[in-house]
């Protein structure tokens, strides 16, 4: 379990355990596991995404990215930090399957999903129309949809992360790419996928100061690219670096270093779909650190 907050402490960050790592900057970068900023001690830890959701909403990371879906359910405890977005700027998520099937066959096809906190499966229920209880899914752990498909074991699967890229290599098409649905349905806008949280336990100016420490870690890696891309190599699952290259670029980016207001206008519209729809229990009024 994460460490309670004590006064100029030692911080656990999670991040999701994924083909890269957006928290590597400054020291980070240098020294691995282990940041030392200032007077506090960052611990730097890795867990798939749908854990990293679970945990924060019973109250027990300091620190953490988690989907912008799991935000709508721990936003009483947890405030937005500006820094450490994921957004699927014209890419995002998407179905794949072994052969291409239309939305109306999707809705009646078992559907292999990374878990149901996950902004992509938010993304799903809005494209279908439909709520998680309308839907033949099955919940499997992100790095094993395709194999899951490809076993017969779901017809489609919601692919997260590195698996945007390498789809093709397992013999699979894409039938939508959330990304590129929600842009064209959002005058353009990111599809929100992934930030980073703080608890609300860590005091305001407390807040603040942490908040900066991660802004400029993240602006180092994006200055220091090379160095940054070799670093997160090491939690890369069998990617080249020219591959990890391109992904990191497309989820570590400037709207790492801030949201905007096109991001935040793009959270607003995604919850607020979810929470018409039914599926987000609470319409949150966005809270960052600022």
């Given at each position: 379990?994460?460490?309670?907050?004590r006064?100029?402490?030692?911080?656990?960050a999670?991040r999701?355990a994924r083909?890269?790592?957006?928290?590597?900057?400054?020291?980070?970068?240098?020294?691995?596991?282990?940041?030392?900023?200032?007077?506090?001690?960052?611990e730097?830890?890795?867990?798939?995404?749908?854990?990293?959701?679970?945990?924060?909403?019973?109250?027990?990371?300091?620190?953490?990215?988690?989907?912008?879906?799991?935000?709508?359910?721990?936003?009483?405890?947890?405030?937005?930090?500006p820094s450490?977005?994921?957004?699927?700027?014209?890419?995002?998520p998407m179905?794949?399957?072994?052969?291409?099937f239309?939305?109306q066959?999707i809705?009646?096809?078992?559907?292999?999903?990374?878990?149901?906190?996950?902004?992509?499966?938010?993304?799903?229920q809005?494209?279908?129309?439909?709520?998680?209880?309308?839907?033949?899914?099955?919940?499997?752990?992100?790095?094993?949809?395709?194999?899951t498909?490809?076993?017969?074991?779901?017809?489609?699967?919601?692919?997260i992360?590195e698996?945007?890229?390498?789809?093709?290599?397992e013999?699979?098409v894409?039938?939508?790419?959330?990304?590129?649905?929600?842009?064209?349905?959002?005058?353009?806008?990111?599809?929100?996928?992934g930030g980073?949280?703080?608890?609300?336990r860590?005091?305001?100016?407390?807040r603040?100061?942490?908040?900066?420490?991660?802004?400029?870690?993240?602006?180092?890696?994006?200055?220091?690219?090379?160095?940054?891309?070799?670093?997160?190599?090491?939690?890369?699952?069998?990617?080249?670096i020219?591959?990890?290259?391109?992904?990191?670029?497309?989820?570590?980016?400037d709207?790492?270093?801030d949201?905007?207001?096109a991001?935040?206008?793009?959270?607003?519209?995604?919850?607020?779909r979810?929470h018409?729809?039914?599926?987000?229990?609470?319409?949150p009024e966005l809270?960052?650190?600022?």
């Amino acid at each position: 379990m994460a460490k309670r907050w004590r006064d100029k402490s030692h911080l656990r960050a999670y991040r999701p355990a994924r083909g890269k790592t957006k928290t590597h900057a400054g020291a980070l970068a240098r020294s691995g596991r282990r940041v030392h900023v200032l007077r506090y001690d960052f611990e730097h830890i890795l867990q798939d995404i749908q854990t990293l959701n679970e945990r924060a909403s019973r109250g027990e990371l300091d620190i953490s990215a988690i989907s912008i879906h799991a935000y709508a359910h721990v936003c009483g405890e947890y405030a937005l930090l500006p820094s450490g977005a994921s957004m699927g700027d014209g890419y995002g998520p998407m179905l794949v399957a072994r052969e291409k099937f239309s939305r109306q066959e999707i809705a009646s096809l078992r559907i292999a999903v990374p878990g149901t906190m996950t902004s992509a499966f938010l993304a799903l229920q809005l494209w279908l129309g439909k709520k998680g209880e309308q839907i033949d899914y099955t919940v499997v752990p992100f790095d094993e949809i395709f194999k899951t498909v490809n076993e017969g074991l779901a017809d489609v699967g919601l692919i997260i992360h590195e698996g945007q890229l390498t789809f093709e290599n397992e013999g699979l098409v894409c039938c939508e790419d959330f990304g590129v649905w929600w842009g064209r349905e959002n005058d353009g806008l990111p599809l929100p996928l992934g930030g980073n949280v703080i608890h609300k336990r860590i005091p305001p100016e407390e807040r603040k100061v942490i908040s900066g420490v991660l802004e400029r870690s993240i602006r180092y890696s994006l200055e220091h690219r090379a160095e940054a891309v070799e670093h997160s190599l090491q939690y890369a699952r069998d990617m080249g670096i020219d591959l990890a290259d391109k992904f990191v670029g497309m989820y570590v980016n400037d709207w790492t270093l801030d949201y905007g207001e096109a991001g935040r206008e793009s959270i607003r519209r995604f919850l607020r779909r979810g929470h018409e729809m039914g599926v987000v229990p609470e319409l949150p009024e966005l809270e960052f650190v600022e």
